[in-house]
T-cell receptor
Framework: DGGITQSPKYLFRKEGQNVTLSCEQN?????MYWYRQDPGQGLRLIYY???????QKGDIAEGYSVSREKKESFPLTVTSAQKNPTAFYLC??????????????FGSGTRLTVV | AQKVTQAQTEISVVEKEDVTLDCVYE???????LFWYKQPPSGELVFLIR??????QNEISGRYSWNFQKSTSSFNFTITASQVVDSAVYFC???????????FGTGTLLAVQP
């Protein structure tokens, strides 16, 4: 079955470390997105990519970086510059131009904790 | 501005009660879709329904129903005879203008007590 796979499910980071969250989809979707979820704050967009080798900053991109070298993959790196990285991270995808009509498909998320 | 407001932060009901989750939106678009997603404790957001602004008929799917009223910019979600498995966070979402992005409300946490 097609879907989005996020790994790992739980991730622990020490202060000052960079960590990379994986997001892979086999839906043949062009667009991919990263959201951060904190309690009581809904979903906030970090980065998004509409096509391979291109991506744009979302509302809270500081301290994060992404790459989009393959259509299927959109990894998110949480750098040491991100001051408060503890959160739940969700990856999503949609067909090109399709989010307006069909919404997103989401992965199951990665819970990142700074220790 | 495009905006989605879910004023109810948390709702607690007892099993078999009916419950309505409110969603109010603002958009400059004349035609648009609206969406509801469910986020169970496992974390993944699951698509529930999409609604086209052309169609204001109520939608019913089993115990779920949706009331879309363009005149009041609302897209409310009712669960009839709630069950413990309905406990989750529910999000309403709206496309952000001509972009290929959605904006989400802050979500409503529904707790159904046995």
């Amino acid at each position: 079955d097609g879907g989005i796979t996020q790994s790992p499910k739980y991730l622990f980071r020490k202060e000052g470390q960079n960590v990379t969250l994986s997001c892979e989809q086999n839906l043949n979707h062009d667009a991919m997105y990263w959201y951060r979820q904190d309690p009581g704050q809904g979903l906030r967009l970090i980065y998004y990519s509409q096509i391979v080798n291109d991506f744009q900053k979302g509302d809270i991109a500081e301290g994060y970086s992404v790459s989009r070298e393959k259509k299927e993959s959109f990894p998110l790196t949480v750098t040491s510059a991100q001051k408060n990285p503890t959160a739940f991270y969700l990856c999503a995808s949609s067909p090109q131009g399709g989010a307006r009509s069909y919404g997103y498909t989401f992965g199951s998320g990665t819970r990142l904790t700074v220790v | 501005a495009q905006k989605v407001t879910q004023a109810q932060t948390e709702i607690s009901v007892v099993e078999k009660e009916d419950v309505t989750l409110d969603c109010v939106y603002e958009t400059r678009d004349t035609t648009y879709y609206l969406f509801w997603y469910k986020q169970p404790p496992s974390g993944e957001l699951v698509f529930l329904i999409r609604r086209n602004s052309f169609d204001e008929q109520n939608e019913i799917s089993g115990r779920y129903s949706w009331n879309f009223q363009k005149s009041t910019s609302s897209f409310n979600f009712t669960i009839t005879a709630s069950q413990v498995v309905d406990s989750a966070v529910y999000f309403c979402a709206l496309p952000l203008g001509a972009t290929n992005k959605l904006i989400f409300g802050t979500g409503t946490l529904l707790a159904v007590q046995p």
